[in-house]
């Protein structure tokens, strides 16, 4: 069963914030929610992940609703670099759970 | 540069004849895991090595094995393979599976069946 629902696609004008939903209405209060991306003909790359409060690093912030029913991934000024699949992901911290990537969002950044 | 590096990065073989996938990680760590991602679809974990002990997931096909001599590489061996076979296989790396789960992932390698 999917933990997360993601749009299929979305687009972006080149240098606005790009901001990718992800409803994950099911998760546990022991889950956190990790996002990665996948530019084509490569292999996926680590974004951000975060539990309950937002996050923000170099590449990304993550803001979680406080009910933790969904987040959103914000790319701040988004470059053509920035297209790409992108994964919500939830999982456990506990024992060997994986990594399970549901279908994900394309986003296309526009010049 | 530390890195997660998958040969070679484009593989054709026949129907049926074996076929073996490479992986060498510097980064050191101790868990490493192999994937298919079929085209337009997400990827699928097939297994995994926690440094030395073999974690297969249930649905994958017995005609996949792997094999991990040392920390830094490791090795998917596809015996028979077939048209379905067909894939994107990727490589990733963590330290651990322990709270901080951020792994490494290769270039890929792309599998073509004829």
């Known amino acids: 069963d999917a933990k997360t629902t993601q749009p299929t696609s979305m687009d972006c004008a080149e240098g606005r914030a790009a901001n990718l939903p992800c409803n994950h209405s099911?998760?546990?209060?022991?889950?956190?929610v990790y996002w990665y991306r996948q530019i084509h003909s490569q292999g996926p790359q680590y974004i951000i992940h975060?539990?309950?409060n937002n996050e923000t690093n170099e590449m990304a912030s993550l803001i979680i609703t406080e009910d933790r029913k969904s987040s959103t991934l914000i790319l701040p000024h988004a470059t053509l670099r920035d297209t790409a699949v992108y994964y919500c992901i939830v999982r456990s911290n506990f024992g060997n759970e994986k990594l399970t990537f549901g279908t994900g969002t394309r986003l296309t950044i526009i010049p | 540069d530390a890195m997660v590096i998958q040969n070679p990065r484009y593989q054709v073989t026949q129907f049926g004849k074996p076929v073996t996938l490479s992986c060498s990680q510097t980064l050191n760590h101790n868990v490493m895991y192999w994937y298919q991602q079929k085209s337009s679809q997400a990827p699928k974990l097939l297994f995994h090595?926690?440094?030395?002990?073999?974690?297969n997931e249930a649905d994958t096909p017995d005609n996949f094995q792997s094999r991990r001599p040392n920390t830094s590489f490791c090795f998917l061996d596809i015996r028979s393979p077939g048209l379905g076979d067909a894939a994107m296989y990727l490589c990733?790396?963590?330290?651990?599976?322990?709270?901080?789960?951020?792994?490494?992932f290769g270039p890929g390698t792309r599998l073509t069946v004829t």
């Open positions: 090595y926690y440094d030395k002990d073999f974690n």
């Open positions: 975060g539990l309950k």
């Open positions: 990733a790396t963590s330290r651990d599976q322990g709270v901080f789960y951020e792994q490494y």
């Open positions: 099911t998760i546990s209060g022991n889950e956190y």
